[in-house]
């Protein structure tokens, strides 16, 4: 990667809505160039896709939990990972390494669907135990700071 090709993930970074033609005037380059450059980034895996960011408050989860998992000996954990899909606020899960088998970001309205979702995760999908903690604030400090490590 070369500064420009930096200055359009960061760009897109930004809004990944931005037009080719804006990109362009922004690196100097001509829009096709700017759309082969996007193209290779894609293609080597540097970009990996476009999406909306969505607002759990603003979707009426403002409760975010994060939750160490740790497994019932025995439980297939590929099984695990793909049984996750029919826990919808289950949002994001990391396999660890250290005491606990996942970390899980979990969205709810209250805790009475939290307690529902404990329930769930220990009756169908192999839990054992949970540490859960409460998300009261996340630090955005934007994904281009990778930009600058290479």
């Not at 420009?4 to 993930?9: E, H, P, T």
């Not at 996007?38 to 960011?53: F, H, K, Q, T």
């Not at 805790?111 to 955005?140: C, N, Q, W, Y």
């Amino acid at each position: 990667m070369d500064a420009i090709d930096r200055q359009l993930v960061t760009l897109l970074l930004a809004d990944a809505r931005t037009t080719y033609q804006d990109l362009g005037r922004a690196v100097r380059l001509s829009a096709n160039t700017v759309a082969d450059r996007v193209r290779r980034l894609r293609s080597i895996g540097v970009i990996r896709g476009y999406y909306a960011d969505l607002d759990p408050s603003a979707l009426g989860r403002g409760l975010t939990l994060l939750s160490d998992i740790r497994l019932r000996e025995g439980v297939d954990r590929a099984e695990f990972e793909r049984g996750l899909v029919r826990v919808p606020q289950v949002l994001s899960a990391m396999r660890l390494t250290g005491e606990y088998d996942y970390q899980l970001r979990v969205v709810c309205i209250d805790a009475a669907e939290f307690e529902t979702v404990i329930d769930l995760l220990k009756r169908d999908h192999g839990v054992r135990e949970m540490r859960s903690r409460l998300l009261l604030h996340e630090v955005p400090l934007g994904r281009e700071r990778l930009l600058s490590l290479s």
